[in-house]
């Protein structure tokens, strides 16, 4: 009856061969169903939810600057006889989507979103 070393040359390849498939396993569990994500797209995702939340606060500042502007009820009909992609110049150009200390419309998401809202309202 020999003595079997836990170290031996098949010991060691099993050892080694489930620490890998560990690892593998450990590393898909995370990644699709923990949440892991990488630098980048962790990134990614960070900026697109700051871009969804400027435009989410702004674009309805947007349609009350239009709506309580001196002619609004002109500039609603005008607005409205524009197609969808003419609307977002003609919002800009009315300065609604201008906020104090700029000098243009703040981000193109936020005029479309407003020119959206705008057109919505009944």
Known sequence: MANSSMLDEDSLKRIVLGAFIGGVITAFAGFSGFGWTFDNTAKEMAKKSANEAVVGALAPICA?????AA????????????????QGAFI?????????????????????ACAKTLSALK
């Not at 009350?64 to 309580?68: A, K, L, R, S, T």
């Open 92 to 112: 800009e150009k009315g300065g609604w989507a201008t906020f104090p200390g700029s000098n243009s419309a703040i981000n193109p998401a936020v005029v479309e």
């Open 64 to 68: 009350d600057n239009f709506q309580h």
């Open 71 to 86: 002619d609004a009820p002109k500039n609603r009909i005008e607005l409205m006889k524009l197609s969808s992609s003419e």
